[in-house]
T-cell receptor, first 114, second 113 residues
Framework: DAGITQSPRHKVTETGTPVTLRCHQT?????MYWYRQDPGHGLRLIHY???????DKGEVSDGYSVSRSKTEDFLLTLESATSSQTSVYFC?????????????FGEGSWLTVV | AQSVTQLGSHVSVSEGALVLLRCNYS??????LFWYVQYPNQGLQLLLK??????LVKGINGFEAEFKKSETSFHLTKPSAHMSDAAEYFC???????????FGTGTRLTVIP
């Protein structure tokens, strides 16, 4: 058990509304990540955090923002949801400081934008 | 730049047959390589990883993978497929000093009774 929980697990929202997904971890991991998973694309990094208040963009960051005010919580916000942001979102956290350490994943959040 | 190519988005095998899922990577420095499995409606679970120790890596559920630098490959194998192996499998690469994993597009494994 990686100790990573995501909420909500399922959400349907309307185009143009803001949406926040929450990730909570209990293992004191320094690094946390938000990915989106889409058919034919695998998992793509949206944003990641390397410490409290320290975040950086991934490869598909447009339309998303993140915040990390506590070690255990990493929030992903869609400022104004669009249909192209319908996806499955995964939070993840890394076990240790080096690149060879395992990244553990949460169970996913299914977001539908109508 | 790091990247991963998984050959075959769908692979079907008979129960008891050899499973072979292909992964080729691109990396400018020695890579770290990972295989993850995803069951329906679940997150990704680590199967195994290569971190520059032994080139043949054994993972959970009877899977193993061999790092071949000359072929830039990290193919996943299992001698005998089981029905419970049906899932989607992702290969991923990271480099020393990198903060992220780069994933392939995944291979869906179907096991035929």
């Amino acid at each position: 058990d990686a100790g990573i929980t995501q909420s909500p697990r399922h959400k349907v929202t309307e185009t143009g509304t803001p949406v926040t997904l929450r990730c909570h971890q209990t293992e004191n991991h320094r690094y946390m990540y938000w990915y989106r998973q889409d058919p034919g694309h695998g998992l793509r990094l949206i944003h990641y955090s390397y410490g409290v208040k320290d975040t950086d963009k991934g490869e598909v960051s447009d339309g998303y923002s993140v915040s990390r005010s506590k070690t255990e919580d990493f929030l992903l916000t869609l400022e104004s949801a669009t249909s192209s942001q319908t996806s499955v979102y995964f939070c993840a956290a890394r076990q240790g400081p080096t690149s060879g350490n395992t990244i553990y994943f949460g169970e996913g959040s299914w977001l539908t934008v109508v | 730049a790091q990247s991963v190519t998984q050959l075959g988005s769908h692979v079907s095998v008979s129960e008891g047959a050899l499973v072979l899922l292909r992964c080729n990577y691109s990396s400018s420095v020695p890579p770290y390589l990972f295989w993850y499995v995803q069951y329906p409606n679940q997150g990704l679970q680590l199967l195994l990883k290569y971190t520059s120790a032994a080139t043949l890596v054994k993972g959970i559920n009877g899977f193993e993978a061999e790092f071949k630098k000359s072929e830039t490959s990290f193919h996943l194998t299992k001698p005998s497929a089981h029905m419970s192996d049906a899932a989607e499998y992702f290969c991923a690469v990271s480099e020393a000093g990198a903060n992220n994993l780069f994933f392939g597009t995944g291979t869906r494994l179907t096991v035929i009774p």
